[in-house]
């Protein structure tokens, strides 16, 4: 039973080297462009749009989103979107203040 034991590890570990890594994704202007409308829809029609979920949407890193011009105006509305719908949910009381500056403050506490 050992050897059999050895032989799975040994198999997940030639599996684990033989993942192939990626080259990191060059984005043209246009894909870029592209990107940035993509962002805008989102925005729009989303009531409260989360950017790390638009990053996953698109298949990219969250941190793509700053290292380009080209995305900054859509990423700035999309963020200041966020903000204000989250304000209006704590000044209504249906968001707890505290959970509006928090890393989690997308949660809605419940109603009682």
Do not use: W
């Not at 409308?37 to 029609?45: I, V």
């Amino acid at each position: 039973m050992d050897s059999e034991e050895n032989t799975c590890h040994v198999r997940h570990k030639e599996h684990k080297s033989m993942s192939k890594v990626g080259r990191p994704v060059k984005y043209t202007h246009s894909k870029l462009i592209e990107i940035s409308k993509a962002m805008e829809e989102y925005t729009d029609s989303t009531d409260i749009p989360i950017l790390l979920e638009f990053a996953y949407q698109q298949h990219m890193n969250r941190q793509e989103f700053y290292k380009h011009d080209e995305l900054r105006d859509s990423k700035e509305r999309l963020i200041n979107k966020k903000e204000a719908q989250l304000e209006k949910l704590a000044l209504t009381n249906v968001l707890s203040p505290v959970a509006k500056h928090s890393k989690y403050s997308y949660l809605i506490k419940k109603a009682i």
